[in-house]
C-alpha cells in the first residue's frame, strides 16, 4: 500500500481543492493508495465526502506563500508542511506533496526528509508537452538550484535518465544539454564543460547523451531530457509557459473582443482550440518532482485545482510504485563506490 | 545623407532577398539614405531595378553558413562582409546590415570597427512584441556573449537605456532585470550582485530599475528593457520563440487537418490569426543590433525574405539617425572620466 503525505493547506484553494483532488484521486485508484491530508482538522474534515482511504492528521500552523523558508520550517514546529516531512522522514509515508510555498517545500525536503547519499544538490524535474506527440519531454533542473556546478548538472542527467526509465517507461532516453547553440563549442565555460563530460558519460556508456538542444526546439521532441542548471531551466521554462499562454490569450481575447465572424469562427474551431489548450497544459502533466532526496517531493502550482491535485497525485502514485528511489540509490551507491 | 553598408551575400536568400530588400527601403524612404551593396558584382547588378541611391562594391569572397567566424574573417579578405565592415570602419558607411553568419558579422564588428572606448563587451539588442501593446521591449543582451560578468550586464542596462531612449523615443525607459524570481535576493550570486549594483545607479538617477522580471511576464508589458547575460538572455529569447511559434503551429495544422468545420471556422478566424501572427512576427522589429561597437552592426535571421530587410533597414536607418553611437560615446567618455 503506498501512502502520500499532502500538505492540504498548501496553495491559494487549501483546502478545498486539496481534499476534492484526493478524494477524485482515490476513486480513479485501484484501493492501493493512501491519501493521508495533514492541516486543520475542523476546517478538512467537513470537507471529505467519503473517509476511505483518507486520513486526517492535525496541524495547527500553516507555512505562508511569503514566509522565509528556512526561517518558516524551522520555527513553525507544528505546520502541516513541516508534520507531513516528518512522516515521510519517519516512513510513515511514501512521498509528499505540496500546493504550497515552493521554496519552504524544498527546505522542508532538504532539512527533514534528507538528500540523499551521492547526491549533493537535489533537482526539480518538470514534464513538459511537446507538438509532435502525447508523451512530452522533461526538464531538470527547472529551478530547485540557482548556483550549479558541472558536477550537479551531471548528476542531473543521471536522475533524468532513471526517471525517464523507472517512471515514464521509456527504455533508452535521450538526453539533451540546453545551450546557446547546437554545436560541441557553444556554451559559456560552465556548460562546455558540461558538455565534455556529458560526452565521455554518452561514449562510457553510461547514458545517451544526444549533444546541446535548444531552447526554441524544446516543443519539438528533440529530447526526452533536457538537461540544464536550474538558473538556466527557470529561464527557458517560464519563456515558453508565459509564452504559449500569451498566444492562447490572443486568440481568446480576438474572438471575445470581435465581431459574429469571430464569434462564430471561435465557435467552431472551440473543439480544435479546446484540444490544444490541453495538450500544453502543464498541469496534467502531474507537477514536479524533487529528485536526489531520500523520498520524493511533488511541487504542484500554487494555483492548483482539484483536478491539477488529481493529475499530480496520480503522478505522485506512479513515482511511487516505480521504484525510483531504489533505482536512483543503487546507481549513486555504486558510483560512491567506484571512487 | 546616412550609408548604410549591406552585406548582399549573406543569407539563406541572398543575394536576391538583399537587392529586393534595399529597393523597397529606398522607395520608402526620404531620399536620404544611401546603400551599399557588397558582393558579387555580376550577380547583383542584374537584380538591381533601379540604382538609385544604391551602390554595388563589388566583392568576390563570401562567407559561408558554416564557416569558423574568426578564421573566415581573418582569411577571406574578399569577403563581402569583410569589405562591407571596412567600408564603416573607414567612415564610408554609418551602420553594417548582414544576414549571414552571425558568429563572422560579430567577429567582423569586433575586429575590424572595434569596440567603443570604454566598453569592454558589445551586447545584443532585440525588440520583441508584447501583448498589451504595439511598442514591445528589448532585450539585451540576447546572447552576444556567453560570458557575461556582473560588470558587462551593468553596460548592457546603460546601453538599453540609450537605445530606449534615443532610437525608441521613450523619455524613462524602465530597466527589469531577468531573474528566477521577482524577489530582490532572487538568483545566483551573479545576479544578486547585478540587482545590488543597479538599484545603485537606480538610486543614484542612472537610470529608471524596477528590479527583477520573470522570463514568463516579459510579454505582458512589464519592462521596457530587459537587462540580461547573453547565456540566460539567449535561453529566455529561445524559449519565447519556439514556443509562440509552437502554438501558432498547432492552430494552423489542427484547421489544416481538419474537417469542414475548422477550415470554415479557420476562415471565420482568419483575419484575427493574421494579426495576431503579425504581431508576434519578430521580423517586423528589425533585427537585432550589436551595441557597444563604434558604428552599430546589424543582424536580420539567416531566413530572411525582401520585405525582412526592408524592415531591418528602416531600423538601420532610424538607428543611424538617432545619434545613437554619439549618446553611447558621450556616456561611456563621461563614465571613464570619472573614474
Chains 1, 2 share one sequence.
Do not use: W
Amino acid at each position: 500500500m503506498i501512502k502520500i503525505a499532502i500538505d492540504a493547506m498548501g496553495g491559494d484553494y487549501a483546502p478545498q481543492a486539496i481534499v476534492a483532488g484526493a478524494e477524485l484521486a482515490r476513486d480513479a485508484s485501484q484501493n492501493d493508495v493512501e491519501y493521508i491530508l495533514f492541516g486543520d482538522q475542523q476546517q478538512i474534515e467537513p470537507l471529505v465526502k467519503n473517509q476511505e482511504h483518507i486520513q486526517i492528521v492535525h496541524a495547527d500552523e500553516v507555512i505562508e506563500m511569503d514566509d522565509e523558508p528556512v526561517r518558516a520550517v524551522n520555527k513553525k514546529k507544528r505546520a502541516s508542511l513541516v508534520l507531513a516531512a516528518q512522516a515521510v522522514r519517519d516512513g510513515e509515508a511514501d512521498l509528499l506533496l505540496s500546493a504550497g510555498n515552493t521554496g519552504a517545500l524544498m527546505v522542508a525536503g532538504l532539512l527533514i526528509i534528507g538528500r540523499m547519499r551521492g547526491i549533493s544538490r537535489p533537482g526539480l524535474i518538470v514534464t513538459l508537452p511537446v507538438v509532435d506527440n502525447d508523451q512530452g519531454f522533461t526538464m531538470i533542473d527547472a529551478g530547485a538550484n540557482a548556483d550549479a556546478k558541472v558536477e550537479n548538472v551531471l548528476q542531473y542527467a543521471q536522475l533524468g535518465k532513471l526517471y525517464s526509465q523507472l517512471v515514464r517507461k521509456i527504455d533508452n532516453p535521450r538526453i539533451g544539454l540546453i545551450n546557446n547553440g547546437t554545436e560541441p563549442d557553444k556554451g559559456d565555460v560552465n556548460h562546455r564543460k558540461m558538455y565534455e563530460e556529458l560526452e565521455k558519460m554518452g561514449q562510457a556508456g553510461e547514458l545517451n547523451f544526444i549533444g546541446n538542444v535548444e531552447a526554441r526546439d524544446l516543443l519539438h521532441n528533440v529530447t526526452d531530457v533536457a538537461v540544464t542548471d536550474g538558473f538556466t531551466g527557470n529561464a527557458a521554462l517560464k519563456g515558453i509557459e508565459g509564452s504559449a499562454l500569451a498566444v492562447v490569450n490572443m486568440i481568446k481575447d480576438s474572438i471575445n473582443d470581435g465581431g459574429i465572424r469571430e464569434k462564430l469562427g471561435g465557435l467552431l474551431l472551440k473543439p480544435a482550440l479546446k484540444q490544444i489548450a490541453q495538450k500544453m497544459d502543464y498541469t496534467r502533466y502531474g507537477g514536479s518532482v524533487l529528485l536526489g532526496l531520500k523520498a520524493p517531493v511533488i511541487k504542484t502550482h500554487g494555483n492548483s485545482n482539484a483536478k491539477t491535485i488529481f493529475y499530480a497525485l496520480q503522478s505522485a502514485a506512479e513515482v511511487a510504485n516505480s521504484n525510483l528511489v531504489h533505482g536512483i540509490a543503487m546507481q549513486f551507491h555504486a558510483d560512491q563506490q567506484q571512487k
